[in-house]
């Protein structure tokens, strides 16, 4: 046998092991973690719980395993499809979750397997497993549980955003606080009381009042006439609106304002009110709403200000830069006894259409959290059903999940040729 006869049967060799090695590899039973995914946009019936592959890292990332997720309005409003540009359904929801990283890219630096985090990706936060662009991962203090970090990161992130950079809360100012007894108006409260001498106007649903008494000066009913409540306590106005609603009292708020006060707004949960989008709330919400000209700005001596975390922090730049050094300042605040975390209650990862549904119907005061430890409440019991009349629902439901995922379908390639069309006027 010569040397190339040699060479070539060992190159055979190395193939065929390689290719064994293949083999094994795909004959290996793929891993899988519980996800909450949206199959389409809509109703609670397009909230699943599954099971889907673990995440492979990518480059810049660190994977981490969840032990909690933070549940907010917002998470309500993706699932009924009115927030700008989510994701091609389906896809995990979620944009909080706090663990412990499994796994470091090899490109990142600061962050070590172990190390307990709390991560604000972009969507896909529900599930056992994250992967997080380290950018939006945030390393806790080492007496921080986890269960405070998921209930303070998020809402006082967003409330310090608020009350110091753009409101600018001084002793002696009058601010008024739409849904205070929701876990961000919970934060900018204990925000509030922390700068000190400043009135709290606190606008909330009658059953949250005797919960919330002790974080505001005075309670205003959110059924109620709030303008007419707020003029017998100030006459003058107030300095600053925070508001979160949108609608009709975007006049409002701006009509109680002082010369030199700010009205922010937050978020528009008024488009919401069924558990489906409704077209119909979403025109009326952006009808209602005065367009104000810069010169009449200039002529009121008064100010509006939008804000918008995600925005701020996934798609602006140097956005994620200053979250992070508010994060920074959240748990320094925590570990003095400012940042506290106010939570209302916790669900199992499959109890999600439940926390969804509080959220929805304002009956919760502070934070809402999901615990993936944590066993699913039993089903009720329901009578025994025959074969036709199990089949029936199968069909209707199969009929609903089909008719969502058309829909999708349609806008998303409706959404698709806009793009197109735009880039192709950009071109021109």
Avoid at 90 to 105: D, M, R
Wanted: with cysteine; glycine share 8%; proline share 5%.
């Amino acid at each position: 046998m010569t040397d190339a006869d040699t060479k070539v049967e060992g190159e055979t060799k190395t193939e065929e092991e390689t290719k064994t090695e293949e083999k094994q590899e795909e004959e290996k039973p793929v891993k899988e973690m519980r996800a909450v995914i949206l199959n389409g946009f809509g109703g609670l019936k397009s909230v699943k719980i599954v099971k889907r592959p673990e995440p492979v890292l990518a480059d810049g990332e660190v994977l981490v395993r969840v032990q909690l997720c933070g549940v907010s309005f917002q998470d309500v409003m993706v699932r009924q499809g009115v927030t700008e540009s989510p994701p091609k359904t389906p896809f995990i929801l979620g944009f909080e979750c706090a663990g412990v990283i499994e796994a470091v890219a090899d490109d990142v630096e600061n962050f070590k397997v172990g190390d307990r985090v709390v991560g604000l990706p972009d969507h896909r936060a529900w599930a056992e497993l994250v992967p997080v662009n380290a950018k939006y991962v945030y390393p806790l203090p080492e007496t921080m549980p986890l269960q405070e970090a998921a209930a303070v990161t998020l809402s006082y992130t967003v409330a310090y955003l608020l009350v110091h950079d753009l409101a600018n809360v001084a002793p002696g100012h009058t601010v008024l606080l739409h849904s205070a007894g929701g876990a961000v108006g919970q934060a900018v409260c204990a925000l509030l009381q922390d700068i000190g001498k400043v009135t709290v106007l606190g606008v909330a649903s009658k059953n949250k009042h005797e919960d919330i008494k002790d974080s505001v000066t005075h309670l205003i009913d959110r059924g109620g006439d709030v303008p007419g409540e707020v003029k017998k306590v100030c006459p003058e106005g107030v300095d600053v609106v925070f508001d979160c609603q949108g609608g009709e009292e975007c006049n409002k708020g701006y009509a109680l304002l002082k010369p030199l006060g700010r009205y922010i707004l937050f978020g528009s949960s008024n488009i919401i009110t069924g558990e489906t989008k409704s077209i119909l709330n979403v025109v009326k919400s952006w009808w209602q709403v005065d367009k104000v000209s810069p010169l009449r700005l200039y002529e009121d001596n008064k100010g509006i200000i939008g804000f918008n975390l995600r925005r701020l922090l996934h798609h602006q730049p140097g956005g994620h830069e200053r979250v992070r050094e508010v994060v920074q300042t959240v748990y320094n605040l925590w570990q003095k006894g400012v940042a506290k975390a106010r939570i209302d209650s916790t669900f199992a990862l499959e109890d999600i259409t439940e926390a969804m549904t509080k959220l929805h119907e304002r009956k919760n005061v502070g934070k809402l959290l999901l615990d993936l430890s944590m066993e699913p409440k039993p089903k009720p019991v329901t009578p025994a059903k025959g074969k036709k009349e199990e089949k029936k629902e199968d069909k209707e439901e199969k009929e609903e999940e089909d008719k969502t995922v058309k829909e999708n379908t349609k806008n998303n390639t409706k959404n698709e040729k806009e793009e197109e069309s735009k880039a192709e006027e950009k071109e021109k």
